[in-house]
Nanobody, 126 residues
Framework: QVQLVESGGGLVQAGGSLRLSCQAP????????MGWFRQAPGKEREFVAA????????YYSDSAKGRFTISRDNAKNTMSLEMNALKPEDTAVYYC???????????????????WGQGTQVTVSS
């Protein structure tokens, strides 16, 4: 079931930036590990970035490292992904996910998550 809501996707030129947001209406995810995943057409869903419950620990895929920044605001029950220097290969549907009683390391390797969103399309033109 979908419990998270993503927003902020769109069309951008290579080298541009986008900021994705993930909200959890009606539910507190303050103690959850949260992360971003993406799926391009014809490809498997892949991990992008994750953040622990406090925001004090983050982890990125090699493709996201140095260009993307994950953050969260527990007071507002939101999580964000700032994406800079976007490339055409970043084109995908981006999903946010949340896991209870988990860790970043576990989230990265799980195929299913406790909660996830419907996805938001990011298209990067060359």
């Amino acid at each position: 079931q979908v419990q998270l809501v993503e927003s902020g996707g769109g069309l951008v030129q290579a080298g541009g930036s986008l900021r994705l947001s993930c909200q959890a209406p009606g539910r507190s995810f303050n103690l959850y590990v949260m992360g971003w995943f993406r799926q391009a057409p014809g490809k498997e869903r892949e991990f992008v970035a994750a953040i622990n419950w406090s925001g004090g620990s983050t982890y990125y895929s090699d493709s996201a490292k140095g260009r993307f920044t994950i953050s969260r605001d527990n007071a507002k029950n939101t999580m964000s992904l700032e994406m800079n220097a976007l490339k055409p290969e970043d084109t995908a549907v981006y999903y946010c996910a949340a896991d209870a009683e988990s860790s970043i390391g576990t989230m990265i390797h799980r195929r299913e998550h406790d909660y996830w969103g419907q996805g938001t399309q990011v298209t990067v033109s060359s």
